[in-house]
């Protein structure tokens, strides 16, 4: 049997809707109260995967989650796009009116700001994870407060969806990613999408010239971060994700961009979600 | 008597530590609870500037309050760096051991994540302001529970600081930028630096050419941000800043960029405050 895959938060969460989509229905996961605590679970070897969410279309990226992966030399191995739905969700028999608090996590609060602003009476409260809340709701009976999480949450913990789609963009994707510790054996075939990381100087025209190599090799951009290299002045950091459609071209790319740019780090290869 | 300025947050709060620093020692703040309401205020004429944070070292970009200029073409019209020192405090007469909760906004707590796990015994608890927590322990008199805030808010709401500097990464630095309603008439002398935003289609290499404009034209690149646009798929929207030593060259650059991209912008022009 395979070993269980990591997430941050708990069954029910828009992790777990993700490890069940990519994994086909598993339900085999270690629930983690933090994203460091799913590298740990990686790393001493509990959990052969993890899955993370590195950006959504709201927030930007998670940098902290890339630096998770960059300090640990973590590999990513595949992506996929989930659309965050947010549903308000309590005990039965409430209405709205009967809602004094929400509890959920910034992002989620966030993401619901509008809809939230038209019901001023409901007091807005941070808690760790969105699903953990609706748990909490249910176990301990608590009339009163809603929870804003997916509607499997309100599913598998029997609340009632009080408003569905309740995030202000309806059309809320993120993007979250499979990392192991090493990067598989798998068939270049396989692989049409890199995520890059490297450095370069602060010069006129640094950038482009490594654009220009990319597109070039025939690489397509489909992000870019630049990010100031604390306590190295006038250096910066990219992360840069690329599609291609020949491994040969990537490899390519890859062997100009090592002689060009310090610090070359490849962060995954795997297949484009998005195709 | 000049207009006061609108902050996220309350006085000792960093924000208003760069009120301080930017508008020569200025107390004539608007405090407000979100960066939303910091916006309403200079909509509704309460507030001619407000300050506020637009990116630091750790998470990256807060793309909410990109957000925010772009929806109501707001301008920026200075920037400043400010060095965040994150000071652990409570009431006098107390310990670290006898701290039970530290209650601080969720970026933080984040950024305190190492000095808080030689902690265990102290559970965290996200609050909406790191001022905010100082003032409350200070007049509600609150012991057992200790704020994450700045030397200054420890000064002024009379706190004990029980220990300096707990942020993981030493230097710390957020970029805060001053925001009007409209662009103010200045001598194009003063300007080095612009934030730009443009949009471009997904195609091989339309990065890379609007990057060599930019290198032609003597333009320095300091800050990039890709962002798939909503609802528009294979359309990126970048955001940009960049750095020129000739205001001529930045305008012939301008010229170019407004033929080449859909929906160029500028979101404000200013003094780089790096120099």
Known sequence: MSKPIAIQGIRGSFHHEVVQHYFNGSNNVIE???FDSAVDSLLNGKADD???ALENSIAGSILPNYALIDKHDLKIVGEYFLDIQHSLMA??????NDIKEVHSHPMALLQCKVFLKKHPHIKLVEAKDTADVAKQISEDKIFGIAAIASKNAALMFGLNV???SIQTIKHNETRFVIVKREHPEVNEKMLNKASLKFILDHKRGSLATMLNVMSDCKLNLTKIQS???IDTPWKYAFFVDVTFEEYKDYEKAKSIIALMADDFKILGEYKNARL
């Open 32 to 34: 983690c109260m933090s």
């Open 227 to 229: 990010l100031p290299k």
């Open 50 to 52: 993890i899955v993370m």
């Open 162 to 164: 009080l408003a569905e």
């Open 91 to 96: 005990l039965d028999g409430q209405s709205i």
